[in-house]
């Protein structure tokens, strides 16, 4: 095993609803849901650049599903955290491709977390987010993480 060139300093939810969905069907209520795509679970992600410290990089990674006309989950969710990354790559390009491909994977992790703890204590079965990755299809990444084309 071997360090990561990113390494988050620190990180803050700045933004959490989580609402069970008192309508959801009584016959589903003990069965694991699944269809995140269907109940329009998405995300968004900014990244940014310290203007001092050019190796210091922030992400904000928002999660959202509020259901759809078609699939109505049994929690309602938007969550938003923010994290501080200090990235040690010398090249300013994959610094900034490996912040923007594995920041949000490093801070979705904590928000598929805390999603799973407060839905352990509702209604329903616990809520466990699907594992995803932030690397889009027209992107390819070396063996080290390292972006070799395209944008994510």
Known sequence: MQASSLQLDSSAITRIRLEANKAYPKELASQKFDLFGEAGLESSVEVGVDAEV????FVKLGIRMLGTETVHPPYALDIEIVGIFN???????NRGSLVQVNGPAVLYGSIRELVMQLTSRGPFPPLVLPTVNFVGPEVECGPDGRLLKGKS
């Open 87 to 93: 990235c040690e790559l010398n090249e300013a390009e």
């Open 54 to 57: 050019a190796t210091r990089h």
